[in-house]
């Protein structure tokens, strides 16, 4: 068999919502029919498809990789997040992003935008996670695009220092403005700082004829007509499925960049274990079990809601016994199926 000479790491489906148009097991489907041995599910701030089109990849007999496409806050300006694209190497790195993205969902919204922070990176350690600078909309290519290249090996230096030996500067041809103009300056700067350089493709819709479909999903998300002239146009009519042979006609110049998206999906061995139930251990006082304490609560439960339900003391005794006897009832069948914790 040929050797695989891309692989899509960069990947939005439905579940992004707001731009993506992608269902799992059409992408599957497309990574199958192409040969692609791998396909990344990268998802606009979440996870939420992963399970699903973990399933459909390996049905398809296609190597699955989980990650997110992140917003980063930007200080110098809220409103102007970057982007980073992070791909979960093993079980540790899955849980460390999904750790970062709740900490983005509950602690740093902006707008909607649930954001990373940078130097969470440095907190919360980054093994188990390979970064994508992001392109043009990522942290150094935003300051490649200002003529600010000081800047851009700045941010370079410090997402490379977070991730070591697992940071790529990513670049693209997928007709966004200004996206020659930055691949040639990423090119420099990686030459410079002697770092890889790998080719993405921002797919947002199966085929090339879905884009029209996916300009009508996007204008009510974001609730414009789509004969308005003025909205905004985030994407272009080349971000499809797009094969091996295209992109590989795309990139003729820089064979080492496709290269690179497989050597990154080689290096992805996270799997989820399916059909076995994942819950809690939830922590109880000393000196008692998880039973007894569920029990203990549950009292502790029923008789706050009892002096809601009854306040009169002689309605409440009266109720109370009917009350227990069911609460007995229900924390014995907790029990019986093994999930105290689940209930604490």
């Known amino acids: 068999m040929p050797q695989p000479g891309f692989v899509h790491l960069r990947l939005h489906s439905e579940y992004s919502i707001a731009d993506g148009a992608v269902r799992l097991k059409d992408a599957a489907a497309a990574a199958a029919r192409d040969g692609m041995p791998a396909l990344a599910l990268t998802d606009l701030g979440n ?64 707008r909607g935008r649930a954001e990373m922070r940078l130097d969470w990176f440095g907190d919360a350690g980054t093994e188990g996670l390979i970064a994508l600078s992001g392109a043009h909309g990522g942290s150094v290519g935003s300051a490649l695009l200002q003529g600010n290249a000081a800047q851009a090996r700045v941010n370079a230096r410090v997402l490379a220092d977070y991730f070591t030996d697992r940071f790529y500067l990513e670049v693209q041809r997928a007709g966004a403005p200004h996206c020659e103009t930055h691949l040639q300056q990423a090119l420099d700067l990686a030459s410079d ?34 004969s308005d002239r003025r909205r905004p146009r985030r994407f272009t009519e080349r971000q499809y499925f797009m094969t091996q042979a295209e992109m590989g006609e795309l990139f003729a110049d820089l064979p080492e960049a496709l290269t690179n998206s497989v050597e990154i999906a080689k290096r992805c061995n996270f799997g989820f274990e399916l059909g076995k139930p ?5 922590p109880v006082p000393a000196g008692k079990s998880l039973d007894e304490y569920l029990l203990e609560e549950a009292q502790r439960g029923l008789e706050r809601r009892l002096e809601v339900l009854f306040p009169d003391p002689a309605e409440r005794e009266a109720a109370r016994p009917r009350y227990e006897e069911r609460l007995e009832f229900e924390v014995n069948t907790i029990v019986q199926m093994g999930f105290p914790g689940y209930f604490l």
């Not at 973990?54 to 200080?75: F, L, S």
């Not at 921002?202 to 609730?223: K, M, N, W």
Request: hydrophobic residues 40%; glycine residues 6%.
């Open 278 to 282: 994942r819950l809690p251990l939830f």
């Open 47 to 110: 996870l939420f498809g992963s399970v699903k089109f973990y399933e459909a990849a390996r049905k398809k007999g296609v190597k699955p990789i989980i990650g997110c496409d992140v917003w980063v806050t930007n200080d110098a300006g809220r409103d102007k997040p970057h982007r980073l694209l992070l791909l979960c190497q093993s079980q540790s790195g899955y849980l460390r992003l999904c750790r970062l993205l709740s900490d983005a969902y509950r602690g740093n919204q902006h």
């Open 193 to 226: 700082m002697n770092l890889p350089v790998v080719a993405t493709h921002p797919v947002q819709f199966l085929a090339a004829e879905d884009y029209l479909a996916h300009e009508a999903r996007t204008c009510i998300s974001e609730g414009y007509a789509l």
